[in-house]
């Protein structure tokens, strides 16, 4: 393992499965690798429109492989990724700008870390990629909110936190950030080494991410002594 310790973000959009592929996997080594892990809640639309980008989902055949896709790898991660019933209408029609409101909001009242803002953006994934439920209104936000530990009183501040002029702000400078290290699409992780800023786009890239940080990758599941490449 590396002495340093070295800075890993990760900007992330809950309407991408695979973002939360990727999210789910750097939680799980936040404790393995010398690393501090920093969640960056951006907005997925905003880095396609600056880069020229367009969603895989828009491609046929690229949407066909990606539901085949997803469900290998929601075995190999462990985690439950499940195609929604209607996913134009999911990701394209409903979209995610109020869940990143208010997971930025989340972020914005978070003291120390950002514990409260992984268990908040696991359960909005699990609404979305798990459940099928909806992201888009104050009740599914609030649910998400309590689910994740929140008081009734905390989901209601950030209720009115998240309509906020700051909050908006925060969330079109981050997604600004992500742009500036090319993003043009998410999951997009950016770890600092020796003041180099390095990204990596995907849920594919941890184990030259690990090389980059000088650790050691050992599968999805670190925990797991049987765990592979």
Not at 34 to 55: A, D, F, T, W, Y
Not at 198 to 208: P, Q
Request: hydrophobic residues 40%; charged residues 25%.
């Amino acid at each position: 393992m590396s002495s340093s310790r070295k800075v890993v973000e990760l900007f992330y959009d809950v309407v991408s499965p695979y973002s939360w592929l990727g999210f789910e996997v750097l939680c799980r080594y936040r404790n393995v690798w010398n690393i501090e892990l920093r969640l960056r809640p951006s907005l997925l639309g905003g880095v396609m429109k600056e880069s020229g980008n367009r969603p895989p989902a828009m491609v046929p055949n690229k949407a066909v492989y990606m539901q085949s896709d997803l469900n290998r790898l929601a075995k190999y991660f462990s985690v439950p990724v499940c195609f929604p019933e209607n996913p134009f209408e999911v990701m394209f029609e409903k979209g995610s700008l109020n869940a990143m409101r208010f997971l930025t909001a989340v972020s914005e009242k978070e003291t120390s870390g950002d514990v409260m803002l992984e268990r908040v953006s696991r359960e909005i994934w699990k609404r979305i990629w798990s459940n099928d439920q909806d992201i888009t209104l104050p009740e599914s936000l609030s649910e998400a909110g309590l689910k994740a530990g929140l008081s009734a009183t905390e989901v209601e501040e950030l209720l009115q936190l998240y309509k906020s002029q700051p909050v908006k702000d925060r969330l079109k400078h981050t997604t600004e950030e992500a742009v500036k290290h090319m993003a043009f699409g998410f999951p997009l992780t950016v770890c600092h080494v020796d003041g180099k800023a390095e990204a990596f786009f995907g849920s594919d890239r941890f184990e030259l991410l690990a090389h980059c940080i000088g650790e050691k990758w050992l599968g999805p599941q670190p925990d797991k002594p049987t765990a592979k490449m």
